[in-house]
């Protein structure tokens, strides 16, 4: 799909090699464990901000 | 009170700002300490078995070969999975008339990395992405079409095999006509010309992921505009 996913070459196999087989596949990665925790902390301060 | 609430607002809360740096920093300490254990993995050297199972087999097993490599023959071939050049070690072919065993070839390379460092190749050359591009990139010099059979290093240093031209050339640099910018003489022995020779077949057959980019490409291929490249 739109060479997103692309099959795994790399010589040794590692997490770091699959994360940068496509074009996108570090970026969302790193978006997902930054911008989510970060939506949780932004619920939890309101929460805490209406106390 | 209800006003009071419509105007809180978590954008300005310093509490949000000092979790979410206190996360992004964290995560990034413990991606950066992971990342470097994940790199030692991609740059160790592989052993002398390895390097018999990978022939054999004929797929690669480390990035980096033993230094028995020397005892084989390197040839650089495109991958169509991969996009680029990857290093392809062959059949057996003796180095300086021999073959070398584990101990003795991890002798010369180490030999060879020494005199690398102390005549300061880098200064000039580059090596692996470290250095200068005064000169030409060494990375790969070995596959050098120019120092193979047939190639006119051969015919300049009169001898029959690539590491012979290359050592007799190191010896006295500035005596062959190479390049624009011609190498100087560095003082080099014959001992230390073997070693360094071993050290650039090794690093020769390490893969790099196709670095330097387009260093198989011919002449035709260039005037042309072509490339290997996908």
Known sequence: MFGLIQPFTDVNHSFFGFLNQGP?????????VIVLPMIWIYFSEKKKLKK | MANENENLSVWTSISFWRRSAAWVTGFAV?????LTFDTMGQISMGT?????????????????????????HIDYKMSKTR???VPVIGAKEPFFGKE????EAAALLHLGKL???????????????????YAPDL???????????????????????????MAKFLQNPSQYPTHARMMPNLGITAQEAKGVVAFLKHMSSIDTNGFPRNFSKTVEQFKTGGTNAH
Request: charged share 15%; with cysteine; glycine share 8%.
């Open chain 2, 48 to 72: 002398d078995a390895d390097l018999q199972k990978a022939v054999a087999e004929g797929k690669e097993i480390n990035r980096v070969p033993a230094p028995t490599v020397i005892n084989y």
């Open chain 2, 83 to 85: 996009g680029h050049e």
């Open chain 2, 115 to 133: 005199t690398v460092q102390a005549k300061n190749c880098m200064n000039c050359h580059t090596l692996l992405g470290n250095g200068a591009y």
């Open chain 2, 139 to 165: 990375t790969k010099a070995w596959l050098d079409p120019a120092w193979q059979k047939g190639g006119p290093m051969q015919a300049m240093t009169n001898t029959g095999t690539t590491e012979e031209a």
């Open chain 1, 24 to 32: 996108l596949t570090l970026t969302i990665f790193l978006h997902t």
């Open chain 2, 100 to 103: 070398w065993s584990p101990k």
């Open chain 2, 30 to 34: 413990i991606l950066l300490i992971w």
